[in-house]
Protein backbone atom coordinates (compact mmCIF):
# COMPACT_ATOMS: atom_id res chain seq x y z
CA UNK A 1 0.00 0.00 0.00
CA UNK A 2 0.74 3.87 -0.44
CA UNK A 3 1.52 5.64 2.32
CA UNK A 4 2.13 9.00 0.77
CA UNK A 5 1.01 9.53 -3.06
CA UNK A 6 2.30 12.94 -4.99
CA UNK A 7 0.44 13.49 -7.90
CA UNK A 8 1.27 15.43 -11.20
CA UNK A 9 2.19 18.47 -8.67
CA UNK A 10 3.49 21.50 -10.28
CA UNK A 11 4.67 24.64 -8.27
CA UNK A 12 6.23 28.06 -10.07
CA UNK A 13 7.91 30.54 -7.99
CA UNK A 14 7.60 33.73 -10.82
CA UNK A 15 9.23 32.03 -13.89
CA UNK A 16 11.22 29.11 -12.00
CA UNK A 17 8.72 25.76 -12.32
CA UNK A 18 10.37 24.20 -9.55
CA UNK A 19 7.82 21.29 -10.05
CA UNK A 20 6.72 20.42 -12.95
CA UNK A 21 3.95 17.57 -13.33
CA UNK A 22 5.73 15.63 -10.19
CA UNK A 23 4.19 11.83 -9.11
CA UNK A 24 6.05 10.11 -6.82
CA UNK A 25 4.37 7.05 -4.08
CA UNK A 26 6.01 5.70 -0.63
CA UNK A 27 5.21 2.52 -0.16
CA UNK A 28 4.29 1.83 3.37
CA UNK A 29 7.16 0.70 5.65
CA UNK A 30 9.62 1.61 2.69
CA UNK A 31 12.77 3.56 3.59
CA UNK A 32 12.97 5.87 0.00
CA UNK A 33 14.91 8.35 -1.00
CA UNK A 34 14.89 10.77 -3.41
CA UNK A 35 17.64 12.27 -5.03
CA UNK A 36 18.48 15.28 -7.83
CA UNK A 37 20.86 17.51 -8.69
CA UNK A 38 20.82 21.05 -6.88
CA UNK A 39 17.40 23.17 -7.61
CA UNK A 40 15.15 20.00 -8.90
CA UNK A 41 13.02 20.47 -6.60
CA UNK A 42 13.16 18.11 -3.70
CA UNK A 43 13.21 20.44 -0.79
CA UNK A 44 9.58 22.55 -2.54
CA UNK A 45 8.13 18.97 -2.64
CA UNK A 46 8.48 18.63 0.73
CA UNK A 47 7.25 21.98 1.42
CA UNK A 48 4.12 21.02 -0.37
CA UNK A 49 3.73 17.38 1.04
CA UNK A 50 3.56 19.04 4.65
CA UNK A 51 1.56 22.21 4.09
CA UNK A 52 4.43 24.76 4.01
CA UNK A 53 3.13 25.78 0.09
CA UNK A 54 0.83 25.51 -1.76
CA UNK A 55 0.71 23.52 -5.38
CA UNK A 56 -0.53 25.23 -8.55
CA UNK A 57 -1.72 21.51 -9.60
CA UNK A 58 -1.57 18.38 -8.58
CA UNK A 59 -2.88 16.33 -5.56
CA UNK A 60 -1.13 14.77 -2.46
CA UNK A 61 -2.88 11.69 -0.44
CA UNK A 62 -1.50 9.97 2.76
CA UNK A 63 -3.37 6.78 3.13
CA UNK A 64 -5.69 7.78 0.11
CA UNK A 65 -6.92 10.68 1.58
CA UNK A 66 -6.56 13.62 -0.34
CA UNK A 67 -4.51 16.22 1.75
CA UNK A 68 -4.18 18.63 -0.83
CA UNK A 69 -3.39 22.36 0.56
CA UNK A 70 -3.71 21.00 4.35
CA UNK A 71 -1.96 23.07 6.54
CA UNK A 72 1.26 22.06 8.45
CA UNK A 73 -1.20 21.09 11.74
CA UNK A 74 -3.11 18.98 9.86
CA UNK A 75 -0.54 17.27 8.18
CA UNK A 76 1.55 16.89 11.38
CA UNK A 77 -1.38 15.96 12.86
CA UNK A 78 -2.19 13.29 10.44
CA UNK A 79 1.15 11.81 12.13
CA UNK A 80 3.72 12.91 9.18
CA UNK A 81 6.48 14.88 10.90
CA UNK A 82 9.66 16.66 9.10
CA UNK A 83 13.08 17.86 9.35
CA UNK A 84 14.36 20.91 7.72
CA UNK A 85 17.09 21.16 5.27
CA UNK A 86 18.34 24.15 7.78
CA UNK A 87 17.59 23.12 11.04
CA UNK A 88 15.56 24.82 12.98
CA UNK A 89 15.97 24.74 16.95
CA UNK A 90 15.82 27.16 19.40
CA UNK A 91 19.38 27.83 20.19
CA UNK A 92 19.27 30.08 23.68
CA UNK A 93 16.70 27.08 25.18
CA UNK A 94 18.02 23.82 26.21
CA UNK A 95 18.20 20.69 24.27
CA UNK A 96 15.67 19.69 26.86
CA UNK A 97 13.56 22.87 26.31
CA UNK A 98 13.65 22.01 22.87
CA UNK A 99 12.13 18.66 23.53
CA UNK A 100 9.53 20.17 25.52
CA UNK A 101 8.84 22.59 22.63
CA UNK A 102 8.57 19.68 20.57
CA UNK A 103 5.76 18.45 22.85
CA UNK A 104 3.58 21.43 22.83
CA UNK A 105 4.03 21.59 19.38
CA UNK A 106 1.67 18.72 19.65
CA UNK A 107 -0.97 20.64 20.73
CA UNK A 108 -4.25 18.76 22.67
CA UNK A 109 -2.78 15.75 22.57
CA UNK A 110 -0.01 17.23 24.97
CA UNK A 111 -1.79 19.27 26.57
CA UNK A 112 -3.75 16.63 27.71
CA UNK A 113 -0.66 14.58 28.80
CA UNK A 114 0.96 17.77 30.76
CA UNK A 115 4.55 17.69 30.15
CA UNK A 116 5.30 18.03 33.57
CA UNK A 117 4.48 14.44 34.24
CA UNK A 118 7.66 12.42 34.99
CA UNK A 119 7.31 10.29 32.35
CA UNK A 120 7.49 12.85 29.54
CA UNK A 121 10.65 14.23 30.85
CA UNK A 122 12.11 10.48 31.10
CA UNK A 123 10.19 9.80 27.86
CA UNK A 124 12.59 12.90 25.83
CA UNK A 125 15.69 11.98 27.83
CA UNK A 126 15.05 8.32 26.36
CA UNK A 127 15.06 9.96 22.60
CA UNK A 128 17.72 12.26 23.59
CA UNK A 129 19.50 8.81 24.25
CA UNK A 130 18.40 7.03 21.49
CA UNK A 131 19.93 9.65 19.11
CA UNK A 132 23.15 9.98 20.86
CA UNK A 133 22.90 13.17 22.71
CA UNK A 134 21.70 12.55 26.35
CA UNK A 135 24.99 13.95 27.44
CA UNK A 136 23.95 17.21 26.32
CA UNK A 137 20.25 17.46 27.68
CA UNK A 138 21.06 20.64 29.75
CA UNK A 139 23.51 22.56 26.89
CA UNK A 140 22.25 25.51 25.06
CA UNK A 141 21.38 24.27 21.93
CA UNK A 142 23.42 26.47 20.05
CA UNK A 143 26.31 24.91 22.02
CA UNK A 144 25.93 21.75 19.91
CA UNK A 145 27.77 20.94 16.63
CA UNK A 146 25.91 20.91 13.48
CA UNK A 147 25.27 17.54 13.16
CA UNK A 148 24.21 17.60 16.82
CA UNK A 149 21.57 20.08 16.14
CA UNK A 150 20.61 17.49 13.14
CA UNK A 151 20.05 14.78 16.25
CA UNK A 152 18.05 17.05 18.45
CA UNK A 153 16.02 18.23 15.91
CA UNK A 154 15.57 14.11 14.66
CA UNK A 155 14.28 13.68 18.13
CA UNK A 156 12.38 16.21 18.21
CA UNK A 157 10.04 15.12 15.95
CA UNK A 158 10.16 11.40 16.95
CA UNK A 159 8.45 12.52 20.40
CA UNK A 160 5.17 13.21 18.39
CA UNK A 161 5.66 9.19 17.67
CA UNK A 162 4.89 9.51 13.74
CA UNK A 163 4.37 7.21 11.00
CA UNK A 164 5.92 8.88 8.52
CA UNK A 165 9.03 10.76 8.10
CA UNK A 166 10.29 13.18 5.81
CA UNK A 167 14.10 13.94 6.50
CA UNK A 168 15.85 16.45 4.10
CA UNK A 169 19.22 15.97 3.78
CA UNK A 170 20.09 14.65 7.39
CA UNK A 171 23.61 13.55 6.67
CA UNK A 172 24.73 17.00 5.12
CA UNK A 173 27.62 18.37 6.59
CA UNK A 174 27.34 16.03 9.92
CA UNK A 175 30.58 13.95 10.17
CA UNK A 176 30.70 10.10 9.42
CA UNK A 177 30.51 8.95 12.83
CA UNK A 178 27.47 10.78 13.49
CA UNK A 179 26.14 10.30 9.95
CA UNK A 180 26.44 6.19 10.79
CA UNK A 181 24.76 6.38 14.20
CA UNK A 182 22.00 8.45 12.24
CA UNK A 183 21.37 5.25 9.53
CA UNK A 184 21.04 2.77 12.32
CA UNK A 185 18.60 4.86 14.14
CA UNK A 186 16.66 5.05 11.08
CA UNK A 187 17.06 1.38 10.32
CA UNK A 188 15.59 0.35 14.40
CA UNK A 189 12.70 2.89 13.40
CA UNK A 190 11.93 1.35 10.25
CA UNK A 191 12.30 -1.96 11.85
CA UNK A 192 9.34 -0.86 14.35
CA UNK A 193 7.01 0.76 11.05
CA UNK A 194 8.05 3.98 10.48
CA UNK A 195 8.25 4.80 6.90
CA UNK A 196 10.68 7.30 5.67
CA UNK A 197 11.66 9.65 2.70
CA UNK A 198 15.42 11.09 2.41
CA UNK A 199 16.39 13.70 0.34
CA UNK A 200 20.18 13.35 0.79
CA UNK A 201 23.29 14.10 -1.34
CA UNK A 202 25.49 11.67 0.62
CA UNK A 203 25.05 8.76 -1.94
CA UNK A 204 26.80 6.24 0.12
CA UNK A 205 24.08 7.54 2.83
CA UNK A 206 21.11 6.90 0.84
CA UNK A 207 22.36 3.62 -1.43
CA UNK A 208 23.02 1.36 2.05
CA UNK A 209 19.73 2.57 4.09
CA UNK A 210 17.42 3.19 1.30
CA UNK A 211 15.32 0.33 -0.41
CA UNK A 212 13.90 2.36 -3.35
CA UNK A 213 15.41 5.66 -4.74
CA UNK A 214 13.15 8.41 -6.58
CA UNK A 215 15.22 10.83 -8.91
CA UNK A 216 14.11 14.02 -9.70
CA UNK A 217 15.00 16.29 -12.57
CA UNK A 218 13.59 19.49 -13.23
CA UNK A 219 10.70 19.51 -10.74
CA UNK A 220 9.84 16.02 -11.58
CA UNK A 221 10.35 12.05 -10.94
CA UNK A 222 13.13 10.90 -13.90
CA UNK A 223 13.07 7.11 -12.60
CA UNK A 224 12.89 5.31 -9.80
CA UNK A 225 13.95 2.04 -8.27
CA UNK A 226 16.02 -0.13 -6.30
CA UNK A 227 19.74 1.52 -5.09
CA UNK A 228 21.89 -0.79 -8.20
CA UNK A 229 19.09 0.19 -10.83
CA UNK A 230 19.07 3.51 -9.77
CA UNK A 231 23.27 3.71 -9.69
CA UNK A 232 23.53 1.76 -13.39
CA UNK A 233 21.17 4.34 -14.95
CA UNK A 234 23.28 6.84 -17.52
CA UNK A 235 19.78 8.71 -17.35
CA UNK A 236 20.60 9.34 -13.76
CA UNK A 237 24.60 10.18 -14.37
CA UNK A 238 23.35 12.70 -17.20
CA UNK A 239 20.83 14.87 -15.05
CA UNK A 240 24.42 15.33 -12.39
CA UNK A 241 26.08 16.12 -14.59
CA UNK A 242 24.23 18.22 -17.14
CA UNK A 243 22.65 20.43 -14.62
N1 LIG B 1 10.52 30.33 -2.12
C1 LIG B 1 11.11 30.31 -3.32
N2 LIG B 1 11.12 31.40 -4.10
C2 LIG B 1 11.70 31.38 -5.33
N3 LIG B 1 12.30 30.30 -5.85
C3 LIG B 1 12.33 29.19 -5.12
C4 LIG B 1 11.74 29.12 -3.83
N4 LIG B 1 11.92 27.87 -3.33
C5 LIG B 1 12.58 27.19 -4.28
N5 LIG B 1 12.83 27.97 -5.36
C6 LIG B 1 13.50 27.56 -6.61
O1 LIG B 1 12.90 26.36 -7.03
C7 LIG B 1 13.86 25.45 -7.56
C8 LIG B 1 13.81 24.16 -6.76
O2 LIG B 1 14.38 24.41 -5.48
P1 LIG B 1 14.43 23.30 -4.33
O3 LIG B 1 13.11 22.69 -4.18
O4 LIG B 1 15.01 23.98 -3.14
O5 LIG B 1 15.46 22.26 -4.96
P2 LIG B 1 16.35 21.13 -4.26
O6 LIG B 1 15.85 20.96 -2.86
O7 LIG B 1 16.15 19.93 -5.11
O8 LIG B 1 17.75 21.63 -4.31
C9 LIG B 1 15.19 26.17 -7.50
O9 LIG B 1 15.41 26.79 -8.76
C10 LIG B 1 14.97 27.21 -6.42
O10 LIG B 1 15.81 28.32 -6.60
MG1 LIG C 1 16.80 21.10 -1.00
Not at 20 to 29: K, M, R
Not at 99 to 119: E, K, S
Request: aromatic letters at 6%.
Amino acid sequence: MNLLEVHGISKAFGGIRALDGCSLAVEQGSITGLIGPNGSGKTTLFNVITGYERPDAGTVTIRGTDVTNASPSTIFGLGLGRTFQLVRIFPRLTVMENMHIAVQRQGIRALLRRWTAPHERAHAQELLDFVGISHLTDAPAENLSYGQKKLLEFAMILIAEPQVVLLDEPAGGVNPTLAAQLTDRIKMLNQRGITFLIVEHNMQFVMSLCDKIAVMHRGSLLTEGAPDQVRGNPAVLDAYLGD
